[in-house]
């Protein structure tokens, strides 16, 4: 199975960076999930993380990393190395060369476009870096501010999976967007 490209250096486009995921955002990412008692619920866990499960997450993560199971990067903003939110590249499929994005972004700094920017910088990235030809994202039909972020890095959206996830007991719609070797090009 291949490996999921290392970030050597930031991802940049001059607004926003992108750096891989450390012990050090631990702090941010709780004070995240305290601010935004829904932010669980649009990730689809079934409870906010706790600091010991984060600190287990990034010490498995160079391992993840190098088995292409899945990568955690941290959106910032540039000139900034604090943690503005987080890009989670996951479900990785090695036989149909494809993965999917899952992001969220600090309460405080939403609508101000770095979800979009880091979206388009990641996704970009991978489509060039690690041999993958599509990814894509799934969120909840009616999250607006996502589809919309996801529209604004280049996403295109594909239509509604409906009943798609179980989600809290629930079946749950999902919109599915997505960015292709192609879209590069065009």
Known sequence: MP??????????DGL???RGGAERDIPEILIAYQDDPSLYVRMGQLR?????????RAERAEADRVA???LTLTVLEA????????IHVHSV???NS?????????????????????????????LRESGLQRVGLFTESDNDRMIGAAQAAGFEHEGVLRGYTRERGERVDNAVLSMVVRDLRG
Request: glycine fraction near 16%.
């Open 3 to 12: 490996s999921l490209p290392e970030l050597r250096e930031p991802l940049t």
């Open 16 to 18: 926003v960076d992108v």
């Open 48 to 56: 906010p993380p706790s600091g010991a499960e984060l600190g287990r």
């Open 68 to 70: 292409g199971r899945r």
């Open 79 to 86: 000139g900034d190395d604090t943690c503005r939110g987080q």
């Open 93 to 95: 499929d090695w036989d």
């Open 98 to 126: 494809r993965a999917d994005l899952g992001i969220w972004v600090v309460p405080q700094r939403r609508g101000r476009g770095l979800g979009s920017r880091a979206l388009a910088l990641v996704a970009g990235w991978l």
